[in-house]
């Protein structure tokens, strides 16, 4: 089939590529000269696992192509995707002005009936306005489907390439077949194709992360209870986890969301409720909540080092909202950073992929380490904020020697408290006791209690 993609973000490139990959004739178009630029050289501007290869392997073979023009990507195909972003306008509620553009540039181009996929996270009603655009500016018919992405940043291509389940809403049967037989290479193992009405499809993408967003938040205030309860969240997120109803996954307590996703899509929903005149408590609660979790590891600093951190220095480690993406939007790590630095400390930071990115956003108000090792160099403490493997087994006796006091804030649950206690480091994580250095067989001690007396 001949595809064409508007966006080439983290989206819009794996839905291309993976199209390509399965034969498909495929025309990304992006308004972005540069990155274009660099993707007709086989170069991707994004960290993503696997996808530099296939792009690669795509482009040699003729069946991907890239191109800064609107009117070569609607000429070029039957079947056209948005796939560009919709970030939170100034009151939360999803901005569509690139999703509307687009279409208009569609509508300017068409030569022809077209189907218009929109795969960008949209409230509903969307599919109704871009018909309307549609029909305005253009003579011919157009379908209007939504195809709401469900792939996450780090495991995306493997994601798009093997769905849990596709959703696909569509009011016309035609248009149903086509996008059938487009996913029908890549649900060959029997997940299933989800047809409904466009409406129901745009609420499936946000009902889904808000559902996430939601467990997460959950996880993050029996955490910060079992903090001052004296029990330890890893236990029991294994006990609640093995129960059929709630299931393993998702139930890692940390440092808040972040991302291009949860939060946007947190906040769209709450907006889309309040339009229609609708409470939703639980997504401002989550929104709320998750917004204090940011905080929660700057708090620990403070209780342990005091208010004033002037004279401190901190490494940090990973900036990216989570391990194997670049993408540090609405990072929690980016809050952890700006806590120290208001509270007058000196920060380092290391990350293994979005240091470009943190270079962009933090300045020159941080240093940017070379490696993990050297933003140890001369700081007080260590803050972990990112789950990057390579943090996951680092060299202890060698951060002990490394660091001016042997301290160290996991916000994300990386280290066994005992094993920490043992090797003589004050540790303090999330819903998890506090060990003392060297304490461990006298057991563990509330962090809350600790940190009092630790101070
Ligand atoms: N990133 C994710 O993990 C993810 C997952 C599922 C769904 N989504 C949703 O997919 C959409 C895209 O997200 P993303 O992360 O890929 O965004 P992104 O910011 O990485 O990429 C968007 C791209 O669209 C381009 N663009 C903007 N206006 C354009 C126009 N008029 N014509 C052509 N290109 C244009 C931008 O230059 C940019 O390259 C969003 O709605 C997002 O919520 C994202």
Known sequence: MRVGVFGAGYVGLVTGTCFAEMGND????????????????????????????????????????????????VSSAEILFVAVGTPAGEDGSADLTHVLAVAREIARHADGPRIVVNKSTVPVGTGR??????????PHAFQVVSNPEFLKEGSAVEDFMKPDRVVVGSDGDSAREIMRRLYAPFIRTGNPICFMDVESAEMTKYAANAMLATRITFMNEIANLCERVGANVDEVRIGIGSDRRIGPAFLFPGAGFGGSCFPKDVRALERLADEVGYEFPIMRAVHAVNEAQKRVLGEKVRTRFGDDLTGRRFAVWGVAFKARTDDIREAPALVVVDDLLSAGAEVAVFDPEAMDNARRVLGDRVVYAGSAHEALTGADALVVVTEWNEFRFPDFERIRKELKSPVVFDGRNLYDPRTMSELGFEYFSIGRPSWRAGAARSGPTVAAGLAGEQG
């Open 26 to 73: 495929v025309v990304i178009g992006d308004v972005d000269e540069q990155r274009i630029a660099a993707l007709g050289r086989g170069r991707i501007p994004i960290y993503e696992p696997g996808l530099e290869e296939i792009l690669q392997r795509n482009l040699e073979m003729g069946r991907l192509r890239f191109t800064v023009d609107s009117r070569d990507v």
């Open 129 to 138: 306005k871009v018909r309307e655009v549609l029909a305005e500016s253009s």
